[in-house]
């Protein structure tokens, strides 16, 4: 919702203006599609030699949830804390190997089944679990396995960064398209100079919606769409590292009900249930 309301007040100021200083918009709407051919054909063509097959698919399949609300709210954050809640006490009444058949297999498992938003999100059950049956194996120690965690969070940012500088490189390159399709009108024009001077300034007039358009699309669709990206990343990564915090804390011999508050600290302020309210949701469930 909010992309759209911002789209529309983006583009309905600017053409507004244009508009109430007596623009004429027939000169935009007439050269609309071939500087448009021009420019979004010019840069998608550059942008499929500038990136990896993997590359372009992550873009792809990141732009449907830009248009989405975001999923890391309170509630979500709150449904982790008591499934991680719930976990930590099975294992500390019951020992480590009572979650062994949840952790071999998690996708089947009554408990991560109980938390339907994030236990049935597989990437959040699946980071859960690989370091749960770490924990299980017993070879390795607190601070081995918080380099694990490091390694694969700082991955997973790294391989979704990629997708969002992809789109930072596109969208630096439209004003660049948008003075090549300008500078092909002025040639155009040049070899037209017989014509009257009606013609010829209609001529100028559609070279220069080339350099205007390379620009809007590049800060006032592209780039922003961008940044909504990397906002998006950041949030699934401080979700992992939620999960690595309260884990981390109950290796080093905590009780759940204080690993869970060191989790609690981790999140952004915006999403940060308070103590009394995370308790009384852990005992509900």
Not at 25 to 44: C, D, N, R, S, Y
Not at 73 to 89: G, I, P, T
């Amino acid at each position: 919702m909010f992309v759209a309301i911002g789209y529309i007040v983006c583009l309905g100021c600017i053409f507004g203006a244009y508009a109430i200083h007596g623009g004429n918009m027939q000169v935009i709407i007439k050269a609309l599609p071939t500087e448009m051919m021009a420019i979004a054909g010019g840069a998608i063509g550059a942008f499929l030699v500038n990136n990896q097959p993997k590359t372009v698919k992550a873009v792809l399949a990141n732009f449907g949830p830009l248009f989405k609300g975001s999923k890391y709210s309170k509630d979500r954050y709150m449904e982790l804390m008591a499934m991680m809640f719930e976990v930590l006490q099975k294992i500390r009444k019951e020992g480590l190997m009572s979650i062994e058949k949840d952790v071999e297999d998690p996708h089947n498992s009554a408990l991560f089944g109980k938390y339907p938003t994030v236990g049935h999100d597989h990437h959040v059950v699946d980071f859960i679990a690989d370091y749960l049956r770490m924990m299980v194996s017993g070879n390795l120690n607190a601070h081995e396995i918080e380099t694990i965690m490091d390694n694969e969070i700082d991955t997973h940012h790294h391989e979704g960064h990629s997708a969002c500088a992809a789109v930072a490189r596109l969208a630096g390159a439209l004003p660049a398209f948008g003075i090549v399709a300008a500078v092909l009108g002025v040639v155009n024009t040049m070899g037209s100079v017989g014509q009257p001077p009606a013609v010829l300034g209609g001529m100028i007039g559609s070279a220069l919606v080339g350099t205007f358009l390379g620009i809007l699309l590049a800060y006032g669709v592209v780039e922003p769409l961008g940044g909504l990206m990397e906002q998006k990343l950041d949030e699934g990564t401080k979700e992992f590292q939620v999960i690595k915090t309260v884990l981390l804390a109950s290796m080093q011999g905590y009780a759940p009900q204080v690993a869970i508050e060191f989790g609690r600290k981790v999140l952004y302020s915006t999403e940060k249930p308070t103590f009394a309210e995370l308790e009384a949701h852990v005992k509900k469930k």
